[in-house]
């Protein structure tokens, strides 16, 4: 069954940090581009961040760059996004996505005080 499952978000407060995995499982996860998504309330999901295959090039939304670091790890079919300095705008629900193979649950990421 292919299966992607995020975990670790939370609610932080402005200026926290939160690492979010995403755990593939059902295909061969060392093949594929992943990429990160995030959806806040009443908006478009969005593009926030995305690493080749192999980990050698990765790429993230303009307003993240910085603070946010996208890793993988193929010998435990795991996708990484480690979030820092993290401001009230970045509330969200995470998505992890493999393309044409599967999405995952989402994760909730809230930043407040």
């Known amino acids: 069954q292919v299966q992607l499952v995020e975990s670790g978000g939370g609610l932080v407060q402005p200026g926290g940090s939160l690492r979010l995995s995403c755990a593939a499982s059902g295909f061969t996860f060392s093949r594929y581009t992943m990429y990160w998504y995030r959806q806040a309330p009443g908006k478009e999901r969005e593009l926030v961040a995305g690493i080749t295959s192999a980990g050698s090039s990765r790429s993230v939304l303009d307003s993240v760059k910085g603070r946010f670091t996208i890793s993988r790890d193929n010998a435990k079919n795991t996708m990484y996004l480690q979030m820092n300095s993290l401001k009230p705008e970045d509330t969200a629900v995470y998505y992890c996505?493999?393309?044409?193979?599967?999405w995952g649950q989402g994760t909730q990421v809230t930043v407040s005080s």
């Open positions: 996505n493999a393309p044409r193979v599967a």
